[in-house]
């Protein structure tokens, strides 16, 4: 069974990028396009990994990693954060709310397979 990652950005450009590329690698993918649908989707779905923007309506990316850390089932889960900030306190904040690994925008697609490749086992992969 392939790992599922849920990938939430507004940028519906960046969730088709990442959705095509890591389909391809065989993982499932779903979307989301705001904080707060992350959220929901993560809880209902239980995704094996999250890659997440940070600044997006509705919920930004670190209410949603800190919610989604605080739901039990999901307090393990990996989040890959994604944004076009990368002031030191934004990530300072990401490292507070349990984020893996911080990217910043615009970043190479292969790198971010990397990392998910790092973080997912093997024998999910």
């Known amino acids: ?3 599922k990652i849920l990938i939430v950005d507004d940028d519906m450009g960046i969730r088709m990028l ?6 391809r690698k065989g993982y499932e993918i779903l979307l989301a396009e705001d ?5 929901e989707m993560a809880k209902k779905n239980h995704p094996d990994l999250i890659v997440l923007d940070v600044v ?3 919920m930004d990316g670190l209410t949603a990693a800190r919610l989604i850390k605080f739901y039990k089932p999901m307090a393990e889960v990996p989040i890959i954060f994604l944004t076009a ?3 030191a306190k ?3 904040l990401a490292q507070e709310a349990r984020a893996e690994v911080y990217i910043t ?3 190479d697609v292969h790198q971010v ?3 998910v490749k790092d973080l997912l086992p093997a024998e999910e992969a």
């Open 1 to 3: 069974m392939p790992s």
């Open 18 to 23: 990442l959705s095509k590329f890591l389909q």
């Open 35 to 39: 904080g707060l649908q992350g959220v």
């Open 56 to 58: 997006m309506p509705r």
């Open 85 to 87: 900030k990368d002031a």
């Open 90 to 92: 934004e990530i300072e």
């Open 105 to 107: 925008k615009p970043f």
């Open 113 to 115: 397979i990397d990392v």
